[in-house]
């Protein structure tokens, strides 16, 4: 592969404060739209994915990162689409891992590619895995993901722990009469293998079809299954986003829930979004974005720019998203898979 290059400039470290006070030092860069899966709650089942030349090279998603880093971003999610269908993405990990300043180099995945690529995503310097698993059931899941094979998963998820990451997390969302009926089994799956489960509100955005009718499932509820039948402690442990967790005694791995919906986490919210096109979203559950791609390309050797515009977008961060829809209806237009979730 040819030699990438990446331009420097001048820091300025901590200078991501919004207009709340709120000090941003998680950035999930999302490194392409496309994805071998076609969940139902992220993507459309007739989708249409970006022309190559609207999206982010490997070189901008560097730069992107690298100037975000030096404003005071210490942890780095690298997200898809399914991130490891991206060419070269490795190449891409490698040197965010090793940018003065980020202390945590995170991705997440379907786990399609983890068989394959589990020894050498390590090697790049990637600490922490988050992986998608929304049912033990084969045909569910092949239901849910529309062309996922479960299999295919579980031999990714044994291989991601053959690896010797330093924490694996499994990612579940909750799908009321999807797989409400399996908490329990896919609790009891982690903590045979020894890895963390966090249980995912759905979030409204796109166009919900068929998949919403029969109700949101909230972290109470799923909660409320589950300690009858685990005994779970509350803990005050944070991996620095939105997951809360719990502890389940003699065991090391925790059980967590992320609830924008139940128990919205924005008055101590991080985190900023850039997608596969550039678009730089301060906040997930509001439809206000920055368009980074034009910056990058205008101008090619001045970060000056693109620095301002990113300090100036933390304006847009809004107090709170507003996922309170009472029909079921997106309030947010877009697709989880165009965001990277």
Same mark, same amino acid.
């Given at each position: 592969?040819?030699?990438?290059?990446?331009?420097?400039?001048?820091?300025?470290?901590?200078?991501?404060?919004?207009?709340?006070?709120?000090?941003?030092?998680?950035?999930?860069?999302? +490194?392409?739209?496309?994805?071998?899966?076609?969940?139902?709650?992220?993507?459309?089942?007739?989708?249409?994915? $970006?022309?190559?030349?609207? +999206?982010?090279?490997?070189?901008?998603?560097? !730069?992107?990162?690298?100037?975000?880093?030096? %404003? &005071?971003?210490?942890?780095?999610? +690298?997200?898809?689409?399914?991130? %490891?269908?991206?060419?070269?993405? @490795?190449?891409? $990990?490698?040197?965010?891992?090793?940018?003065?300043?980020? #202390?945590?180099?995170?991705?997440?995945?379907?786990?399609?590619?983890?068989?394959?690529?589990?020894?050498?995503? !390590?090697?790049?310097?990637?600490?922490?895995?988050?992986?998608?698993?929304?049912? @033990?059931?084969?045909?569910?899941?092949?239901?849910?993901?529309?062309?996922?094979? %479960?299999?295919?998963?579980?031999?990714?998820?044994?291989?991601?722990?053959?690896?010797?990451? =330093?924490?694996?997390?499994?990612?579940?969302?909750?799908?009321? #009469?999807?797989?409400?009926?399996?908490?329990?089994?896919?609790?009891? /799956?982690?903590?045979?293998?020894?890895?963390?489960?966090? /249980?995912?509100?759905?979030?409204?955005?796109?166009?919900? &079809?068929?998949?919403?009718?029969?109700?949101?499932?909230?972290?109470?509820?799923?909660?409320?299954? %589950?300690? =009858?039948? /685990?005994?779970?402690?509350?803990?005050? =442990?944070?991996? &620095?986003?939105?997951?809360?967790?719990?502890?389940?005694?003699?065991?090391?791995?925790?059980?967590?829930?992320?609830?924008? *919906?139940?128990?919205?986490?924005?008055?101590?919210?991080?985190?900023?979004?850039?997608?596969?096109?550039?678009?730089?979203?301060?906040?997930?559950?509001?439809?206000?974005?920055?368009?980074?791609?034009? $910056?990058?390309?205008? *101008?090619?050797?001045?970060?000056?720019?693109?620095? =301002?515009?990113?300090?100036?977008?933390?304006? @847009?961060?809004?107090?709170? *998203?507003? /996922?309170?829809?009472?029909? #079921?209806?997106?309030?947010?237009? *877009?697709?989880?898979?165009?965001?990277?979730?």
């Amino acid at each position: 592969m040819a030699a990438r290059t990446a331009r420097s400039g001048p820091t300025g470290k901590g200078s991501l404060v919004d207009r709340f006070g709120r000090n941003v030092t998680y950035l999930r860069l999302s +490194v392409t739209d496309r994805c071998d899966f076609r969940c139902q709650y992220c993507m459309a089942k007739q989708t249409s994915f $970006l022309p190559r030349a609207q +999206v982010l090279t490997l070189e901008e998603c560097l !730069r992107v990162t690298r100037v975000f880093v030096e %404003l &005071g971003i210490n942890k780095v999610r +690298v997200t898809g689409g399914e991130p %490891l269908v991206r060419r070269d993405v @490795l190449w891409l $990990l490698e040197r965010i891992a090793a940018l003065p300043g980020v #202390g945590e180099l995170v991705l997440t995945s379907n786990g399609s590619q983890l068989e394959r690529l589990a020894v050498a995503l !390590r090697q790049a310097g990637v600490r922490r895995l988050n992986l998608s698993l929304d049912t @033990l059931r084969a045909e569910r899941f092949q239901a849910i993901t529309r062309v996922g094979q %479960l299999s295919r998963v579980l031999r990714g998820l044994a291989a991601a722990q053959a690896a010797g990451f =330093e924490r694996i997390r499994l990612n579940t969302v909750l799908i009321r #009469g999807g797989n409400d009926d399996e908490l329990s089994d896919l609790v009891a /799956f982690a903590i045979d293998r020894r890895i963390d489960i966090a /249980f995912i509100e759905e979030m409204p955005l796109g166009d919900p &079809g068929d998949r919403r009718r029969s109700g949101h499932l909230g972290s109470d509820e799923a909660l409320a299954r %589950l300690r =009858e039948n /685990f005994a779970l402690i509350p803990s005050a =442990e944070t991996t &620095g986003g939105p997951a809360r967790y719990w502890r389940i005694p003699g065991s090391p791995m925790r059980v967590g829930f992320i609830s924008p *919906h139940s128990d919205n986490f924005c008055d101590c919210c991080n985190r900023v979004r850039v997608t596969a096109r550039g678009d730089f979203h301060p906040c997930l559950g509001q439809d206000a974005v920055i368009q980074l791609l034009p $910056l990058l390309r205008a *101008h090619p050797a001045d970060d000056r720019p693109l620095r =301002e515009a990113i300090v100036a977008a933390l304006g @847009l961060k809004a107090r709170g *998203h507003d /996922f309170a829809a009472q029909d #079921g209806a997106a309030r947010v237009g *877009h697709f989880m898979s165009m965001t990277g979730g």
